[in-house]
């Protein structure tokens, strides 16, 4: 039997029986049997949980085992499932995965069953993961697929991976509960940091192509991008991995992987989302509605007197169930499969006797056998009985409609038989051909056949036929045109086939739409039977005790039962009851499926409100065991009271409340404010004069009221540094001011430099001085002035021999200045050789100051040399002077602009020429 078949045909109570088992065996085994982690003293149990069909298990050292329901499994093994088979692993009691047809993975587990190491290695297939416990913080569990990595702490969550056709690999990842984060790998296989959470109900894909370069397999250096699937059914790259994201298409996850989620979520093994297992559910039904029947191919015969079991064969066309779902269907993928019928000639009084309604899962795992053992006393009847039964069978069709299953390997043919006689079935596996049969039978069948009365009353009543379906099983019931239809006209629970004991009641919907007795209707109707099973429910108190136990219905919330809960005793003072179930509060509206424990939980109600007592929120947390931030709640902002300072929340007993506080009774929780002082900064320039002033809140600084401080005023040679309070202490925009305060700037002069040089250029002494200060405020002296051999010493002059007045050692200085000396020639009366002495000239840019014997002004058109005639006598002895201007001689004609041509300094200001006067005899 197939593992859903099993779990179909299984009770609730049998269902949790069978889980509870397993769990019970795994842990016996724990102490004895594990897989060898990193460490010795570190063991964790793996083991093959469930299993259908054949599964290979390699190993390293010790190469292919076929595996087994209860094989311990060991880290590095490589598991792959046949087709039509099915393989479920359990891990520390707490993990469980399903692997499907065709699966093909390899486990890594390492650490202990505390601290798990877990890494799947998914290469193709499909498998649902179900982690029932939180891990804990040394745990990781991760499915890594073709350059991806799926990473978990506690979730149920199906992925697949198939080769796209191209050298690539297509991977889906669907989360039915919790979160699942998905990261893209790159080339090298480490994380790119590209991922998404993946939330319940939602899924995401990603396309791994090649490296067209390296010409590898995808999985070795191939690239992984998020992919969306559009209108026309390819898909498109998105750069957002949020844009990846979209709704599950159930249809999409295989047969076997919805039954078991479906399973864990009935037996409480793995609850899934409320929408997520309405919606699994959903798709099953359309599924199991819409499944083929198999066709029988018959043969209509001369009938003997008495029953005869004769065989027949059923062609069956199969085709797995993750191909269906995608679509793509190839002759490879669909099997046909014959198998021997058994059949009783006598069969109940509806159309659908003559036909194995049979669905094409059942058929592919067992075959479908009807036995003259089941045949009834009511069956064996007599030759009148039997033809008139004959003849209401003949008014239909002998073979119900088959569903079509592309492609269809082997076709099907059904005869229709030409006689109202009792039908033969004998062993065929093509089409048979028609058997004629006698006229003693044909009038046999005529005489059974309706009187003309009965046809009479047929012309004027027009009835419609409701065929009530379970189970693959109709049954039909005449209703008169335009007759209400009340359930009771319905099947029973009893004509289902199921006890009162374990079903309320049945639920019958046309289709998908629900139907509301009593019900009018023209035409012929179909209706589908959905039995509601009992629910076992049970409220316990504070102290655990059981306060009530009833049942409920499933697929139905407690209150669509008319569950009262009960009262609780013993709830503490200022608290409330709110029920729970796994750590969540009941919605008692929501549906339910299986049996439930509620628990009683003490809550509080937190309210907060304004100073005039108006409601801001309230919160309700449970009593002594969370805070707002631990239920995932905000504390509210206190209300804004002008002239005063909102401090904090504080309850009735005036403590303080914040975001982390327990409590252990309902509260109303009120804001603290305290009145707002304010202070004055005023702000002065440097002789007390008020540039600013500013207001703050006492307890505050400047910058927290938004203020800014004025800039400090220019001073001439100074600069500003900061702002002092009348005791020299600094203050800026971030002190806290309490009490009011005059501020004042504070400067650092600028210093300047005091430079004395000789007349060759070589500093005599240098000096650094304050903006303002002279040589004596710091107790320098003025250096003396070097003697020169034929002048006379002048006095100390700027560097560009701007005369500055007489500088001493208590002369102010407000900017940097080099001095040199100057000098004034001396002319010897001794002609013996002759002599020379030089004149320097300062070039200005308003004319040339002659600074020789005299200071003498001159404009441009001026000869300077005479003028230097007039001030420097010929010799006695008749010698004239000649004019050397930098080694080149003129004449005493020439003017000042041929000179500074001629040497080169023309159109230069503020300089200085050199003239050398040479003596020569006549």
Known sequence: MALKEFIASLTLKAKIIAVSTAVVVTGGVATTVGVLASQEDEYRVIKVFEMTGEAVVEREDTGSISAYTGMNLENGDVLTVGD??????????????????????KLNATGSSEDSNTRIELMKGEILNEITASLSSGSVYEVATPKAVMAVR??????????????????REQTLQGKVQVELLSPEGKKTGKSVIVDEDKNVSISTIPNENSNNP????????????????????????????????????????????????????????????RKIRAVLSEEADSEPEATVTEAVTTPPETTTTTATSVSISFVPPFTQAMGTVSSS????VTVPVTETEALPETSASTEAQTSSEETTTEAVTTTSEETTAEETTTEETMAEETTASTTEATTAPVTTVPPVVTPVTTTTPETTAPETVTEETTAVPETTTTPEETTTT??????????????????????????????????????????????????????????????????????????????????????????????????????????GWSMHSVNDAGIIPPEVPG??????????????????????????????????????????????????????????????????????????????????????????????????????????????????????NAIDTLTIEKGTSVAYADGVFPSIPTVEGHTATRWLDTEGNEVTDATVITTDLVLTPDYTPDTIDITFKDIDGNTLASYQLNWGESLSDRGYTIPDIPERTDYNIDKWVGENGMDYGTITVNSVFTDSYVFIPRYTPTISDSIVGGYYYTLVYTVESQGYALNSAGDTTATETQQILLQIINYTPYPEDGSFFRYYVNGTEFSSSATVNDILTAIGYENITDDTIYITLVADTL
């Open 84 to 105: 039509e088979s099915t393989l479920r692993i359990v891990m520390d009691e707490d993990k469980y995965v399903m692997l499907d047809s065709g699966t093909v993975l």
């Open 218 to 277: 995808a999985e070795i250096d191939g690239t992984s991008l998020f992919i969306i699937e559009n209108a026309e059914g390819g898909y498109d790259i998105v750069s957002d991995p949020d844009e990846a994201l979209s709704d599950i298409d159930y249809d999409k996850i295989s047969d076997n992987i919805k039954e078991i989620a479906i399973y864990s979520d009935d037996t409480k093994l793995m609850v899934l989302d409320d929408e997520v297992a």
């Open 333 to 336: 993928e669909t099997a046909v």
């Open 446 to 551: 005529e005489e059974t056949t309706t009187t003309p009365e009965e046809t009479t009353t047929a012309e004027e009543i027009v009835y419609n036929i409701v065929q009530a379906q379970y189970n693959n099983v109709s049954f039909d019931i005449e209703v008169e045109e335009g007759e209400e239809l009340n359930e009771s006209d319905l099947p029973s629970l009893s004509d289902l086939g199921l006890s009162e004991d374990d079903y309320a009641f049945v639920y019958w919907r046309d289709g998908g739409t629900a139907i509301t007795f009593p019900y009018t209707f023209s035409g012929d109707i179909t209706l589908i039977a959905d039995p509601v099973s009992y629910i076992n429910i049970k409220f316990v108190g504070l102290d655990y005790e059981t306060l009530l136990e009833t049942r």
């Open 571 to 688: 709830v503490s003072e200022g608290c409330f009851i709110k029920w729970m179930y796994y750590g969540e509060v009941v919605d008692f509206d929501s549906d339910l499926s299986g049996d439930y424990t509620f628990s009683a939980e003490e809550f509080v109600r937190v309210t907060f409100v304004d100073m005039d007592g108006n409601e801001i929120t309230n919160f309700e947390l449970m009593r002594d065991s969370k805070s707002i931030s631990s239920s995932g709640g905000t504390m509210p902002t206190i209300p804004t009271v002008e002239g005063y300072k909102a401090t904090r929340w504080i309850d009735s007993d005036g403590n303080e409340v914040d975001e982390d506080t327990k409590f252990t009774t309902s509260v109303t929780v009120t804001p603290d404010y305290s009145l707002i002082e304010y202070v004055t900064v005023t702000f002065n320039d440097i002789n007390g």
């Open 154 to 171: 506690g979730t149920s969550f199906v992925v697949r991976v198939e080769e796209d056709g191209e050298g690539g690999y297509l991977t």
